[in-house]
C-alpha cells in the first residue's frame, strides 16, 4: 500500500491547529466535510452534530461503522473575577498540571475570540515567595490572564465575554524532521485524519469495501456519549480508530498501530481482534496489542447506548495521553493501513 503520508500530516496540522473543544466543534467539522467532499464521499450531520461520510461496498444488505472523534479537551469561562480573570470548568478529564501555562483561545457567543494564559492565581516567585511553588494546582487555584486591558468583571462583561463561552488551548503543534508529530489533541484527531486517509485510499484506487462503510466523526467522546446515536442502523461491525496510549506497563508505541484487547469498560469483541492481528502479520503492518485500564472509546459508549453489534478498537500509539501528547507519522500510517485491509480483504 502506498499511502502519501506527506498530505496526510498536513492535512492533520491544520485540523490539530483547528479549535474544536467539546460541544463547539463546528469549525473542526467543516474542515473534515471538506476533505470527504474534495474526494468525492458525500457527507451527512446527525442531529447532534456527528459527521457520517459513506462509500457503498459489494454487499450493500449491511455495513461497517468506522468512527473516530473530533472533539478535544477544553474548558469554559466559569466566572468573570472582580478582577478581571477567568475561572473555568473542565471540558473532558485531565490534570490542571498540564494546562498550566498554557495559552488559550476564548470564544464569545457572538464568536469574538480573544487570547490569554491559564495560570495559578499565585504565579509570580517575586510576589508570592514559596507559595508559588506549594499552591495545589487544582481548578480552583486556576484562572485565566487575559490579553486585554481588563481589571474588573465590568471591564470582561464589556468586551463581550461570558459564563459558558468557550475556552481552547493552544496545541503548539509542531512536526520534526524525524516524522513526529509534537501537539496536543492529537487524541483524537490523529485517528480522524487515518478515517481520512482510509477513504482516500480506497477512493484514489478505486476500490470497493467489501461492505457499505461509513466513517463517523463524533463530537461528543471526551464527555462519554461520542457515538451513543446515529449509528446507521445496519451496522453488523463498529470498529472505533482511537489513539493507543504508550506508558510504563504497557505494550503500544508511538511506531506501531495497537490493537486493544479491553479497555476500563471491558474486553473488545474476540473474534474481530483476532481477525486484525492475522491482517496485520498477513501485510506486514507493524501492530501491538494492549489493554487499557483507565480507557473509553466511542464503541465503548455505543454499546452503553444499546447497539447489538461486534466492536474493537485499533489507533496509533500517542504519548502523554491527555497533557502534551506525541505520536509519529508510522503509527498512523500503520493504522490507515490496518483499515484498509479490514475494509477489503
Not at 459513506?54 to 450493500?60: N, Q, S
Not at 470548568?89 to 483561545?105: A, F, K, R
Not at 457567543?109 to 506549594?134: F, P, R
Not at 470498529?239 to 486493544?260: K, L
Amino acid at each position: 500500500m502506498n499511502i502519501n503520508m506527506e498530505e496526510i500530516i498536513k492535512n492533520l496540522e491544520v485540523l490539530l491547529k483547528t479549535p474544536s473543544p467539546t460541544g463547539n466543534t463546528d469549525k473542526a467539522n467543516k474542515h473534515v466535510q471538506d476533505l470527504f467532499e474534495i474526494i468525492g464521499i458525500p457527507v451527512r450531520f446527525t442531529g447532534k452534530g456527528a459527521l457520517l461520510a459513506t462509500i457503498e461496498g459489494h454487499d450493500m444488505s449491511k455495513s461497517v461503522t468506522m468512527s473516530g472523534h473530533v472533539d478535544t479537551l477544553g474548558a469554559m469561562v466559569k466566572e468573570v473575577k472582580s478582577n478581571g480573570r477567568l475561572k473555568i470548568s473542565q471540558l473532558g478529564g485531565y490534570v490542571m498540571d498540564t494546562v498550566e501555562g498554557e495559552h488559550v483561545i476564548v470564544e464569545t457567543m457572538d464568536g469574538e475570540t480573544y487570547t490569554g494564559t491559564l495560570i495559578i492565581t499565585k504565579a509570580s516567585s517575586h510576589v508570592h515567595g514559596n507559595e508559588t511553588k506549594s499552591t495545589e494546582r487544582t481548578i480552583e487555584n486556576m484562572e485565566i490572564r487575559l490579553d486585554e486591558r481588563v481589571s474588573s468583571k465590568e471591564d470582561v462583561e464589556n468586551i463581550g465575554i461570558q459564563v459558558g463561552d468557550f475556552v481552547s488551548f493552544d496545541p503548539r503543534t509542531i512536526v520534526t524532521d524525524s516524522g513526529f508529530v509534537k501537539s496536543r489533541h492529537l487524541d483524537d484527531k490523529a485517528g480522524v485524519i487515518a478515517l481520512w486517509g482510509i477513504a482516500k485510499y480506497l477512493m484514489d484506487n478505486k476500490i470497493t469495501p467489501n461492505y457499505t462503510t461509513h466513517f463517523f466523526i463524533s463530537n461528543f467522546e471526551e464527555v462519554g456519549h461520542g457515538a451513543s446515536a446515529a449509528i446507521p442502523e445496519d451496522t453488523f461491525e463498529f470498529i472505533a480508530i482511537d489513539m493507543a496510549a504508550p506508558g510504563e506497563g504497557q505494550t503500544s508505541d508511538e511506531f506501531s498501530v495497537t490493537i486493544c484487547a479491553k479497555d476500563s469498560s471491558g474486553p473488545y469483541d474476540f473474534e474481530i481482534r483476532k481477525r486484525l492481528v492475522e491482517l496485520c502479520k498477513k501485510n506486514n503492518i507493524d501492530y501491538k496489542v494492549d489493554i487499557y485500564p483507565y480507557y473509553g472509546s466511542d464503541a465503548s459508549a455505543a454499546l452503553r447506548s444499546g447497539h447489538d453489534f461486534r466492536t474493537g478498537l485499533i489507533g496509533p500509539g500517542v504519548d502523554a495521553s491527555h497533557s502534551f501528547e506525541r505520536t509519529h507519522q508510522d503509527a498512523i500510517e500503520q493504522t490507515i493501513k490496518l483499515g484498509i485491509a479490514y475494509l477489503t480483504e
